[in-house]
């Protein structure tokens, strides 16, 4: 399993931007597709966006295509979620997460949270209007 910590979470204004890091531990963390979810009060999980284990591929959900972007580095075990022209309905906690399997390729569906199984403790992110 990898330990993961995020950071970078914050209060911003509507329109702005802020981006969330998240590091992992271990000489595994390269092996490992890495998601970002979030979570609003009183709503379930969701996914956001996710990258493949060499970083090949990215899948965003609809709600955040074109506003955020992920993005890894292996060699610093870290991955990234750079989000901009935030809105209101962003307000989350944010969470970053590994996926269960190693050298996963591609993802056929949507990404869920059943697919990851290492997460972070979880960032706040509030976009104030």
């Known amino acids: 399993q990898v330990q993961l910590v995020e950071s970078g979470g914050g209060l911003v204004q509507a329109g702005g931007s802020l981006r969330l890091s998240c590091a992992g531990s271990?000489?595994?963390?390269?092996?490992?597709?890495m998601g970002w979810f979030r979570q609003a009060p009183g709503k379930e999980r969701e996914f956001v966006a996710t990258i493949t284990w060499s970083g090949a591929l990215t899948y965003y959900a609809d709600s955040v295509k074109g506003r955020f972007t992920i993005s890894r580095d292996n060699a610093k075990n870290t991955v990234n979620l750079q989000m901009n022209r935030l809105k209101p309905e962003d307000t989350a906690v944010y969470y970053c997460a590994a996926d269960k399997i190693v050298y996963r390729h591609a993802y056929s569906r949507s990404p869920l949270t059943g697919d990851f199984g290492s997460w972070g403790q979880g960032t706040q992110v509030t976009v104030s209007s």
């Open positions: 271990g000489r595994t963390f390269s092996m490992y597709g």
